[in-house]
Each structure stands twice: as structure tokens, then as C-alpha cells.
């Protein structure tokens, strides 16, 4: 199954672009992946940033795209319990999840109903840009756990 992220903007910071370079390239032998990076909207017009990014973004959606979103509101996951969902849709026949990282207004309502899975990866407010890094980090330790293999616990 390839997984794909479509993320808002690119990675500005060298400390976090490092950190993600770093588990694409671990996650590599794993599995396949891809990664979109979506314009920003204009900042100064925080709703018109919400449409325009979601626009973007859906554009990059086919039909049969399994797509979940990363929400603060949504669910949070173990990485045993992300293991074990990514597996699971893969057992199903999935060939492609994309995994949706909105900008940093949030997500409009289309994206948000477009989503079979809202992902939250903390209560915390942390930058945008950590929680591509994040992903990608728990992409690669969801693909440890699905192999049995050793992984940081």
C-alpha cells in the first residue's frame, strides 16, 4: 500500500526538514511513499487560507483514496494501534492512503467530510511543521511493529 502525505507548505525549518529526511529515509525499505506539499494560502485572510488550501489539496484526491486527516479534535492513536489500523486497511485491499496535513488555520468542513479517519497526534499545540515529522516517525515505528521487529518502546 503506498502512503502518501499532502501537506500544506514546505518545511522551512532545517532542524525539522533534517528530522524528516532522516524517517523517509528509514521508512524507505518499508513501504512506499510519497509526499505532497500544497501552496499556503494567503495568511492575512484566515478563512480565505482554509478554502484555498483545502481546494489544493483535494485536487490531489483520487475517488478511491482512503484519506484521513490530522485534526487536534480527532482520535488519538498508540503506534501499536496505528500499526495495527494501517494494517488493517491494507488487509482490506487499499492501495493508497493519504494522510492530510491542513495548514496552520485549520482545515474547512469539505476536508474534514472528505476524511474517513480524523488522526490527532496530541492535545499539544506544537509548531505545523513537527507534525510531518511526527508522522513520518510513527509511519516508520508502525512499520517496525507490523514486521516484529525492535522498536524504541
Not at 525549518?13 to 511513499?33: E, V
Not at 487560507?49 to 485534526?71: F, G, P, Q, V
Not at 511543521?129 to 516484529?148: D, F, G, S, T
Request: a positive charge; hydrophobic letters at 45%.
Amino acid at each position: 500500500m503506498l502512503i502518501r502525505i499532502i501537506a500544506v507548505d514546505r518545511v522551512r525549518s532545517p532542524y525539522i526538514a533534517a528530522a524528516c529526511a532522516d524517517f523517509r529515509k528509514r521508512l524507505a525499505p518499508y513501504r512506499p511513499y510519497a509526499e505532497i506539499e500544497v501552496r499556503a494560502g494567503d495568511g492575512s485572510d484566515p478563512r480565505a487560507a482554509i478554502r484555498d488550501e483545502s481546494a489544493r489539496i483535494l485536487r490531489h484526491l483520487r475517488a478511491d483514496d482512503r484519506m484521513w486527516l490530522l485534526e487536534r479534535g480527532g482520535t488519538q492513536l498508540s503506534s501499536p494501534g496505528l500499526a495495527g489500523r494501517l494494517e488493517t486497511i491494507e488487509r482490506d485491499g487499499t492501495r493508497r492512503l493519504t494522510l492530510v496535513i491542513a495548514g496552520t488555520h485549520g482545515a474547512d468542513a469539505a476536508l474534514r467530510m472528505r476524511a474517513e479517519f480524523l488522526w490527532s497526534l496530541s492535545e499539544l499545540t506544537f509548531l505545523h511543521e513537527w507534525a510531518r515529522a511526527v508522522v513520518l516517525e510513527q509511519l516508520y515505528r508502525a512499520a517496525k511493529i507490523a514486521r516484529n521487529e525492535p522498536y524504541h518502546h
